[in-house]
């Protein structure tokens, strides 16, 4: 998963540092400014690209609004949590202590100062924030936060892999790395699956290009699964399915949804069952 740190720069260097850090030590990708490299975009809209590329949003603010481009009434750090409200990414925003001591030179003065005020009251008004002092104490609250996050929603099977793998240590290498792949191609299309839906319903629009590559997932986790020893074919068929059904959605009816079984939470929730519980030969 990748996620994407945002806030002001010369006041929270060392915060951001030590924030980028927590996460890569949860095994997860880290989009920031000081990464993005040359490209043609203006500083706006490349940091946007890099939030709507994200699967989770972190908000760091302290004492400064924040650059303003020409023409723009919000700063870019602003303009990155609206960006990724609009889209309904998973946010989590900190807050410095108001007691913490803060260097006079990186508090801004009006109007940026008003503008900061009122973009964190609105932030405390439709989401839970979190309060920080030093950059090891942010980087502990965001590595707590975010981590929590991915285990609950991603958790299950991510762990069931390791144990499938470790359980079956006597097992051979090919059988592993065909059960390793089966469940990775798992996890990856139900959780990709999973963000479309929500987006596609926040939105109420829907969108071609990615409902064409959910089909094409869909097929290569089901071919994954006939590739397992004792392969598990009624699962893999539906599968199967499960890419005809993306590869054109109007087309199924509830009905026909149910009778072929391929309910999302349903494959899901099988697919685990029957990974995690399979007794892999040992040649």
Same mark, same amino acid.
């Given at each position: ?41 203006? $500083? ?59 260097? $006079? ?102 969108? $071609? ?75």
């Amino acid at each position: 998963m990748k996620v994407f740190l945002s806030s002001t720069y010369v006041d929270l260097t060392d915060y951001r540092n030590k924030a980028a850090e927590a996460i890569e030590r949860l095994d997860q990708q880290v989009g920031r400014m000081e990464v993005f490299g040359a490209r043609p975009n203006e $500083p706006q809209a490349a940091s946007l690209e890099e939030v709507a590329a994200c699967d989770i949003f972190v908000g760091m603010y302290a004492h400064r609004y924040g650059y303003r481009p020409p023409g723009s009434d919000i700063s870019i750090t602003e303009a990155e949590f609206r960006h990724a409200k609009s889209l309904g990414k998973p946010i989590f925003c900190f807050v410095v202590n108001d007691d913490y001591p803060w260097l $006079p030179p990186m508090i801004e003065e009006e109007p940026g100062k008003t503008k900061l005020k009122t973009f964190k009251t609105e932030i405390g008004a439709g989401l839970v924030t979190e309060n920080f002092t030093s950059p090891d104490d942010l980087a502990l609250k965001i590595a707590t936060s975010v981590g929590r996050y991915i285990n609950q929603s991603f958790g299950p099977l991510v762990s069931g892999l390791r144990d499938l793998i470790e359980s079956n240590s006597n097992v051979s290498a090919a059988s592993r790395q065909a059960c390793a792949e089966a469940l990775s191609a798992a996890v990856e299309i139900a959780n990709r699956t999973l963000r479309y839906v929500a987006q596609r319903r926040r939105s109420s629009q829907s969108d $071609p290009k990615e409902e064409a590559e959910l089909s094409k997932s869909w097929a290569d986790a089901g071919f994954k699964l006939l590739a397992l020893p004792n392969p598990p074919n009624d699962l893999a068929n539906r599968y199967l399915i499960k890419a005809e059904y993306w590869s054109d959605p109007e087309l199924w009816t509830d009905e026909r949804v149910e009778v072929a079984r391929i309910r999302l939470t349903e494959i899901y929730d099988e697919s685990r069952r029957i990974l995690l519980g399979m007794n892999l030969p040992d040649n």
